[in-house]
């Protein structure tokens, strides 16, 4: 191998983007983060595949070595390579040196500046009409990391994401200063996490000082779930004539929010005549054609929506045209002409949702089928588990509790995450299946169950076969036990000693802790009535962080009304604290003791931190 300095110097650069860490190795998890910040989302097999292709002494990494002889092999053979490719487009990315509050010195991360533009763009988009914004916008890209430093910004940016998430009350407005902010940014992260936001390794002081990367990530999560939340027979239940001929509603609430879409798109195009498909938010978009003719397909006439951009043959100038046409409906948001062109598949991912959202254009005459939503709308319980689950940065972000549990794989994630190193790698089948993946998926399911009797759990006429084919309540008893094993795991680790924690030892806590905060609230048991007034909860949290409940907000709950108030400022409050709840109001209002448990010992485990 022979190159010039010059060229050693790019390619070292081109490596050290990947090699996060800077240990001299690219790992698959390495490589999935600079997809990510490239706006590419990647399976993990694929991941492998890529790194295997380079690998020359097969131990799963690249080191400098194979990087320079496959960029030797790229220039003097023209071998195809998916990690050289991957390295040329990191050309874009923004680096930054630094460190989040929980990773080591030294690290590189990346960023793409269009990111910083379509969030913001967005941003001003979505709170134009909130009173507590207008001093602050419009936000600017170069502005973005300041504007969400006091937290005020990401905390609406939540709530226009899953209304409600946040009680307003809980969101300190005027002027705060650095503890409130602070405590502004705890709110943030804690409620990120409940609507299933992966907030591992982001502190508040991360969010504070404007890390780009970790502020870039956070809010893509943010506003992807609220995109994505709309794509659903319950928001549309017009989504139906997508069926395809011998599907059922079932197969169909299978599909993840991304094949909905694009099945949507393919939709539209197929009732235009045209002659091409869409199979992915990246190529198959890139010279705006398919997007030309989805616009002119779901605008209404009145707009003047037109194929006229098909008429320019140079790419950039075709999708401004195209975009252009987006503008007339008010959709225009989240990519520029060099995004569709370059492919970003995150932000064209965004750019579809919003043209969905705001006009889906499906006809009901084409036939629906006769169904009760009810009857496949997602319960409070299993969007609790499923946020959950996505809070600890699962793979692949579950979308449904059922159809993407069945192969076990997060399943063993999750029980990885309860008892680090419980489960034995070798016995896990992991995609491509070569064959068999059916049984390699039920293989999967069994040890879940088997480890689940390991640690404790009761497993009594559950089996593999049950997880892989999605029994509702049978999945269900095995999720509820994970989320409370972990969260007694969790409590048990900050208790030290080696004590065994149970829920009786939880109410006694809660009643120490009100008594020694000069409380006159009690509980007798996670099924108390008395919790659905949430006054037990909101004085646990005064009593855990004197001052911080504003009283003159909380009301004596003689109506429905007046509780269900009260449950939305004690879940707030309590985040804003510092625990990571994510039971909802109504949860506390109908005394549901699993979820009144979780509440409990979160605040436990928070009045056990040190901080």
């Not at 690249?62 to 320079?68: M, P, Q, R, S, T």
């Not at 397909?297 to 790419?315: H, K, M, T, Y």
């Not at 709308?377 to 609790?384: A, G, L, P, S, V």
Request: aromatic share 8%; glycine share 6%.
């Amino acid at each position: 191998m022979s190159f010039t300095a010059d060229e050693e110097r790019e390619f070292r650069e081109q490596f050290d983007t990947f090699d996060i860490d800077r240990n001299g190795h690219i790992t698959c998890d390495e490589l999935g983060e600079v997809f990510k910040a490239l706006g590419e989302s990647v399976a993990g097999y694929r991941l492998r595949e890529l790194i295997a292709e380079v690998d020359k002494d097969k131990n799963g990494t690249v080191e400098w070595g194979e990087f320079l002889s496959m960029m030797d092999k790229v220039r003097s053979t023209k071998a195809k390579f998916g990690l050289a490719d991957a390295s040329e487009k990191t050309k874009k990315l923004v680096k930054v040196e630094g460190m989040s509050s929980a990773s080591s010195a030294g690290t590189t991360h990346s960023f793409a500046e269009d990111e910083t533009i379509s969030f913001s763009d967005w941003i001003n988009y979505v709170l134009k009409d909130d009173a507590d914004m207008q001093s602050r916008l419009p936000i600017g890209p170069d502005q973005l990391f300041d504007a969400g430093s006091d937290g005020i910004m990401l905390c609406k940016l939540i709530n226009s994401s899953v209304e409600g998430t946040i009680d307003e009350r809980a969101i300190n407005k005027k002027k705060p200063n650095m503890y409130k902010v602070h405590e502004n940014q705890t709110l943030v992260l804690n409620s990120a996490s409940a609507i299933g936001c992966s907030v591992v390794n982001i502190g508040a002081e991360d969010l504070i000082s404007g890390k780009p990367h970790l502020v870039l990530g956070l809010m893509w999560q943010i506003i992807r779930i609220g995109l994505l939340a709309k794509i659903s027979l319950k928001n549309n239940p017009n989504l139906a004539v997508l069926l395809r001929d011998g599907e059922t509603l079932a197969d169909f609430l299978k599909l993840s929010p991304e094949e909905i879409l694009l099945r949507w798109f393919n939709y539209h195009l197929e009732r235009a005549g045209h002659n091409r498909q869409v199979s992915n938010f990246s190529g198959d978009i890139k010279d705006s054609e398919n997007y030309t003719i989805l616009l002119s397909q779901i605008a209404p006439a009145e707009f003047g929506v037109d194929r006229s951009p098909l008429q320019e043959r140079e790419p950039n100038k075709r999708a401004e045209k195209m975009l252009q046409q987006a503008d007339k409906i008010g959709c225009r948001a989240f990519v520029r002409p060099t995004d569709v062109v370059n492919g970003n598949s995150k932000l064209n991912l965004a750019f579809v949702a919003n043209l969905f959202n705001t006009y889906p254009a499906l006809d009901p005459s084409d036939g629906l089928p006769d169904f009760d939503i009810g009857d496949f709308d997602e319960t409070r319980e299993e969007k609790t588990f499923r946020n959950w689950m996505n809070s600890l940065g699962v793979q692949p972000f579950v979308n449904n509790l059922y159809s993407d549990l069945n192969d076990g794989l997060v399943l063993l994630e999750l029980m990885n995450k309860i008892k680090p190193g419980v489960v034995d790698q070798a016995r896990v089948n992991k995609p491509p299946y070569k064959f068999g993946a059916q049984m390699k998926m039920i293989e999967n399911c069994n040890y879940v169950v088997e480890l689940a009797r390991q640690l404790g759990f009761s497993v009594v006429g559950i089996d593999g076969n049950d997880l892989n084919q999605g029994n509702r309540t049978l999945t269900l008893a095995i999720v509820w036990q994970m989320m409370r094993a972990y969260t007694i795991r969790l409590l048990e680790t900050l208790a030290g000693g080696g004590k065994t924690i149970s829920d009786a030892d939880i109410i006694s806590w809660a009643n120490k802790t009100l008594k020694d905060g000069k409380k006159t609230s009690s509980v007798a048991s996670f099924k108390d009535p008395s919790i659905g007034t949430s006054l037990a909860v909101i004085d646990l949290v005064d009593s855990i962080r004197p001052g911080i409940i504003d009283y003159d907000q909380v009301n004596n709950a003689q109506s429905d009304d007046d509780k269900l108030l009260n449950a939305k400022y004690a879940i707030s409050m309590s985040r804003k604290a510092g625990a990571r709840i994510y039971a909802l109001p109504e949860d506390l209002v109908e005394v549901k003791p699993k979820m009144v448990l979780t509440v409990f010992a979160c605040l436990m485990a928070r009045s056990l931190q040190k901080v």
